[in-house]
């Protein structure tokens, strides 16, 4: 066996062009046979296993279906509670902290323990929670579990420590804070209303103690009955019954009276002298018909009912009651009353839940409220209650990400320093205005600029063709910057243009962003097949946009049969399958457009990105153009890339001209790789050395053909035709057991067949790591072509009994870059079991090849070159990577006239899975960044003296390693695996297989610790890291499992350790995969406590508090504390200890604000029961002496008699 492996090796080494054979079974780190060891270049690895780990670091957005909300009026946080599980609490601007329930239960409802560090959660799996925020990350302290009872309103008092729990049965527990253990006190639904009551009073939904004394706790059934309970006597003190249902009830803080809101869209007041009745019943949106009946309202689900010193007039402020016929075609509303004065705020989403903000903490307080804070489905704004026109705050917060839902994401660390204060002076022009002018009101905890860090930002693209620029220092997120690309275009009118056809609702989403800060040019490819070029201008400016369109579309019924290509194999039409000119013979008119059309006339841009070139592809044959895959873009070179399933474009931006338009196929030249196979069920019928001088002819054409004349559009003979070649070559390509798809077997892997069903491929939009919009649809079979070649040849150009290899859609262009497109039952299976099939059955199948990444650098395009130039990489949906080398004239004057020469140079490496990255290092092992033009102001004023030229920035590979000789390594990175070859030999130093079992989403070369590693995300959640140029495992950690396909569409590394992906619709979650970056964590996060003495209690007057003062103390330990209580049924709930222990939640529960807090209460307590058992004691004393007078008198009395007299 091991001598016909020898043997093997052999053949491989000396297959015709010399071209490496690289070993894809290989472990990680073993130098591949024949080519040169690591040793050989000399490159000192530095990173291992201990610099990495993985950490979520910050989550920014908006809380993705927010269920709750709460606030600490003396901390000032806030906390918004989810239907996930999550709890964002949020302070002044940089203390955003998110966590989050192990179960995933929906959050019903947060309460803080207000000033004391510590929050409580009411989850839907009846479980309470108390949380410890006195650290930076806040931690469970404890946990209780009811399993008989539902949980439906939870309310603490402030300064308490006996949180009062409301269920679904009616029944009313209590639960002790700092043991968090229930009390043997409950109150029973058939105790709080009469017993003449046959029906069920509903569950609890509101639970209060009265202001005017502690001891009155008020309940709300949701029937319309409200009680309250007397919790020293054990009884009731008063019963109230309405008709309709209630939602909440506030109470007026003198105590007398409180407001209910109700189902029928009405608000009724009571007065606690007189509760028969209400005192007061109002519709605020509801007027009396003619008839005399009310009109029907939508239900007041809350309402607050709040005092103001400056004013008389209290303030009613409540959610919903607008009557049926307004709000049908109304927004949510708000509403504000104050006295007469009735304003109404409409919203943009449905209103979750709203909270009014108050100076004081004490309920028996006038109010005086400030701000209301209302939580949305999708938005949070916070009112200004102070100025008469309620204007809202301006949110510190990046609640706007998802304002168009997110279609792509790109991350930069380390960029130019002066990049980002130079975007947010451009993008402070677009800021809205009419906001409130008093600070943010939600202020609470402290965060501090970190030592570590950088300049970063974080771009993220949408579906309405927007793209924002983030600033991501320091772990915060800043909106810098917002780019409009739906500006370019003309607005469609309806009936016309191909938009509407192509994409109903986004046409302009966008699908991917390239950008270089230095150079600060951006490209912006959107869902219609469109390239836009934008350059950076701090001055206005009224110019003309540029359009080139493409025709970059291939025939889908083209069937080659094996028997017409081994018999005739000569010259056909080229047009039958290469992308044509738009003025070509044979293509329609109306076919000849674009989806969408640029402006035409002039167009004045405002300072910052503005628009200078747009590139289309066009329709063809009543076909769609097919989405772009890849794109890169140089601005050294002036050159822009893109390709899709048909081919490649290349344009010279400098030049403004289309500089090669080339199918896929084409791209490989007489070099194509099919042919180097030994094993072929059909012979070669010419020698090798005909091939070979084929070959060498073929280039230097296609390097003469690919000229860009100015005068030309883009020449329509750059073409290959696959018919055009020898025998061999169009048989290989055209046999259904042809080698072609042998080596689709031996690079693919055995059983390997794609299995996607078929509701989940319109979202799978290019999972690689290309993203477009959710209203993308997927790539489609192309119809019969009516004009053209005619049908009846077609047919007789089948071989008897022979599939026909139809060229169609490719699967790469649809999601996730397979070269095998399945339309049957299989595909309804796991929709992540990735596997192409090696049997001949898959010629079948619309296959064709797609151009998946591209990179522009300097390398060396041929073995034999001594130099490097530039070069584009093209990596394909085959696992193919070709090179193609440029020739761009050096001097300024002559690249703006003189044309640039560019074509295929026989380089052919090949890799299993799709080509997802390329990167290139120096023989030192350090990353070669690519060529750029420093930027400077296009419509800046010019200096007649100094004339401006451009000035690049060439980071070549020979430049920085002297010692180390010429070439460098080119790390190329596959779905599957991963190889560093050394340039210019070609020689594959390095393989790894990275998965078997599962496929790469997104690999990055980044650099972490002052060094470069390969960081990969994998279908199945795992990140891993691998160290350059070795491709050794560093890390290999299961971090989440896909089960969003927004994850795959969004996951992006970039340098530093850092990487992010959009965890939900409106969420982007941050990590790092650095160790330092994770010990270093704690001292970036901000802290959400800060010690603040609790502000005390006002002083009542004297008469007020002689009259109406609280007569009694209310000791709530007395009642509610085991000895008096007793201890609750352990089968009504089930305590589950945190993590922290009970000592640590002692000391988290009672800080040290709060110790002093209740040590002063304890003293005044203390104070009174002295005072109490002094008179006591004084009572004991008379009656003492009354009792000794009492015994001497009868003593006296009965001095002299005798017993018998007695």
């Not at 490496?20 to 270049?41: E, K, M, V």
């Not at 920014?60 to 606030?71: D, I, K, R, S, V």
């Not at 609490?89 to 940089?94: E, K, M, V």
Request: glycine residues 8%; charged residues 20%; contains cysteine.
């Amino acid at each position: 066996m091991k001598k016909f492996r020898k043997v093997l090796d052999g053949l491989s080494s000396s297959s015709p062009g010399g071209v490496a054979s690289p070993s894809c079974g290989s472990a990680a780190g073993t130098p591949t046979a024949h080519a040169p060891t690591p040793q050989d270049i000399h490159v000192q690895e530095t990173l291992v296993s201990e610099n990495f780990q993985i950490c979520k670091t910050v989550r920014h957005g908006f809380p993705y279906q927010p269920t709750c909300l709460a606030f600490d009026p003396v901390q000032k946080i806030l906390a918004i509670g989810s239907r996930t599980g999550g709890i964002r609490i949020l302070g002044r601007p940089g203390v955003d902290c998110y966590s989050q329930h192990e179960s995933g239960a929906a959050v019903l409802q947060l309460q803080f323990l207000i000033n004391e560090g510590a929050l409580v959660t009411a989850c839907a799996d009846d479980t309470l929670h108390l949380w410890n925020l006195r650290q930076r990350r806040p931690a469970i302290l404890h946990s209780l579990k009811f399993n008989r009872e539902r949980i439906t309103f939870c309310h603490l008092p402030f300064q308490s420590k006996w949180l009062y729990v409301g269920t679904e049965r009616g029944n009313t527990h209590i639960v002790n804070i700092e043991s968090f253990v229930l009390s043997g006190y409950v109150i029973m639904w058939n105790k709080a209303i009469e017993l003449a009551t046959k029906a069920h009073p509903g569950p609890v939904v509101h639970l209060s103690d009265s202001p005017k004394d502690e001891g009155k706790l008020l309940i709300g059934f949701e029937s319309g009955t409200v009680v309250q309970w007397d919790l020293r006597a054990k009884k009731v003190d008063f019963r109230i019954y309405y008709d309709e249902a209630i939602h909440s009830v506030s109470w007026h803080h003198e105590g007398k009276q409180f407001m209910c809101s109700h189902s029928d869209g009405s608000l009724t007041m009571w007065n606690l002298r007189n509760t028969a009745r209400p005192i007061q019943i109002t519709y605020p949106h509801g007027k009396i018909l003619k008839d005399g009946r009310k009109e029907s309202c939508k239900p007041i689900l809350k309402v607050e009912y709040k005092t103001s010193r400056n004013s008389s007039e209290p303030y009613v402020i409540f959610s919903g009651g607008l009557s049926y016929d307004k709000s049908g075609g109304r927004r949510p509303t708000l509403t504000i009353m104050h006295g007469k004065a009735i304003t109404v705020l409409e919203m943009d989403h449905p209103i979750v839940e709203f909270l009014v903000l108050c100076d004081t903490p004490y309920s028996n307080e006038v109010q005086d409220p400030y701000a209301v804070v209302v939580l949305l489905e999708k938005d949070f704004i916070v009112v200004d209650l102070t100025q008469s026109n309620f204007p809202i705050f301006e949110n510190p917060y990046p609640m706007d990400i998802h304002e168009s839902p997110v279609t792509c994401t790109a991350y930069f660390a380390e960029c130019p320093p002066d990049i980002i204060p130079i975007l947010y002076s451009i993008g402070a022009k677009q800021k809205k205005t009419g906001y409130s002018h008093k600070e943010w009101p939600v202020s609470g905890g402290t965060w501090t600029l970190g030592s570590q860090t950088y300049p970063e930002i974080i771009v993220t693209g949408h579906a309405d063709g927007t793209v924002k620029f983030w600033d991501a220092s320091a772990i915060t997120l800043q909106m810098l910057y917002k780019l409009k690309t739906s500006k370019v275009f003309e607005k469609p009118k309806a009936g016309e243009g191909r938009a509407g056809e192509l994409v109903e609702e986004d046409p302009y989403a966008v699908q991917m962003v390239s950008w270089c800060p230095h150079s600060r040019l951006f490209c912006v490819v959107g869902i219609s097949a469109h390239v836009i070029l934008y350059r950076f201008s701090k001055h206005d400016a009224n110019t003309q946009i540029v359009s080139l369109e493409v025709r970059l579309q291939f025939d889908s019924e083209d069937v080659i049969s094996p028997s017409e290509a081994e018999n005739n194999p000569c010259f056909s039409d080229p047009s039958s399958h290469s992308p044509q000119p738009p003025g070509s013979p044979g293509s329609g008119t109306q076919d000849s457009l674009p989806c969408l059309k640029v402006k035409s006339r002039p167009v004045r841009m405002p300072p910052g990105y503005q628009a200078e070139m747009v590139v289309q592809l066009q329709w063809v044959d009543g076909e769609p153009p097919q989405q772009i895959t890849s794109l890169d873009i140089n601005s050294a070179y002036g050159l822009l890339a893109f390709g899709n399933c048909n081919g490649l474009t290349v344009v010279d931006f400098l030049q403004k001209t289309i500089l090669m338009c080339m199918g896929t196929l084409d791209l490989y030249g007489a070099a194509d790789p099919y042919q180097r196979l030994t094993r072929s069920p059909r012979k070669n019928r010419q020698s090798t050395s005909g091939l070979t001088e084929l070959s060498d002819n073929q280039v230097s054409m296609d390097m003469e053909r690919s000229k860009s004349p100015t005068s030309v559009p883009y020449p329509s003979s750059l073409h290959y035709d696959p018919r055009s070649m020898p025998e061999p070559v169009a048989s290989l390509r055209a046999s259904h057991c042809s080698p072609v798809f042998y080596l689709l077997d031996n690079v693919k892997g055995p059983g390997r067949k794609l299995s996607l069903p078929t509701d989940l491929k319109t979202d799978l939009d290019h999972v690689n790591g290309h993203c477009t919009s959710p209203t993308s649809q997927p790539c489609s079979v192309g119809k019969p072509r009516i004009t053209g070649v005619p049908e009846g040849p077609r047919l007789t150009r089948r071989g008897p009994g022979r599939p026909p290899f139809r060229k169609a859609q490719s699967a790469a262009c649809m999601e996730i870059s397979l070269p095998v497109s399945s339309h049957t039952e299989e595909s309804r299976e796991n929709s992540f079991s990735r596997s192409r099939s090696s049997s001949v059955s898959s010629i079948d199948r619309d296959t064709k090849e797609s151009v998946t990444t591209l990179q522009f650098g300097e390398s060396y395009g041929r073995k034999g070159d001594a130099l490097p130039t530039a070069c584009l990489w093209v990596g394909t949906s085959l696992g193919v990577v070709l090179l193609l080398p440029i020739s761009i004239p050096t001097e300024e004057e002559e690249r703006m006239e003189e044309p640039i020469t560019m074509g295929p140079s026989g380089t052919v490496l090949m890799l299993k899975g799709s080509v997802l990255r390329f990167a290139f290092l120096d023989c030192g092992g350090a990353l070669i960044q690519s060529p750029y033009e420093v930027w400077r102001d296009p419509n800046g004023p010019e200096d007649p003296d100094r004339p401006r030229r451009r000035k690049l920035i060439n980071f070549s590979p020979s430049s920085s390693q002297e010692a180390c000789g010429d070439g460098h390594l080119a790390v190329v990175c596959s779905e599957k695996q991963a190889k560093v070859i050394l340039m210019p030999t070609q020689a594959v130093l390095f393989t790894h297989n990275i998965t078997e079992s599962s496929f790469l989403l997104r690999a990055d070369v980044v650099s972490v610790c002052n060094s470069v590693c390969l960081a990969c995300f994998c279908a199945n959640g795992h990140i891993m890291t691998l160290s350059l140029p070795s491709l050794r495992p560093l890390m290999d950690i299961n971090y989440l499992p896909l089960t969003d396909l927004r994850i795959a569409r969004t996951f992006v590394f970039t340098n530093g350790g850092q990487a992010l992906y959009l965890s939900s619709p409106t969420e982007i979650q941050r990590l790092t995969y650095s160790q330092e970056m994770t010990d270093n964590l704690q001292d970036m996060l901000g802290e959400l406590f800060t010690p603040i003495e609790t502000p005390e209690a006002q002083n009542k007057g004297f008469l007020k508090g002689f009259f109406g003062g609280n007569a009694q103390t209310f000791d709530r330990e007395e009642l509610f504390g085991e000895a008096a209580a007793g201890k609750a049924s352990r089968s009504l709930a089930q305590h589950i200890p945190g993590p922290m222990g009970l000592e640590n939640m002692k000391a988290a529960a009672g800080g040290v604000v709060g110790d002093l807090a209740r040590a002063r209460i304890a003293l005044d307590q203390r104070g009174e029961r002295l005072g109490e058992l002094e008179e006591r004691t004084a009572l004991m004393m008379n009656s003492a002496e009354t009792f000794s007078t009492h015994a001497h008198q009868v003593m006296l009395k009965h001095k002299d008699k005798k017993w018998y007299q007695l």
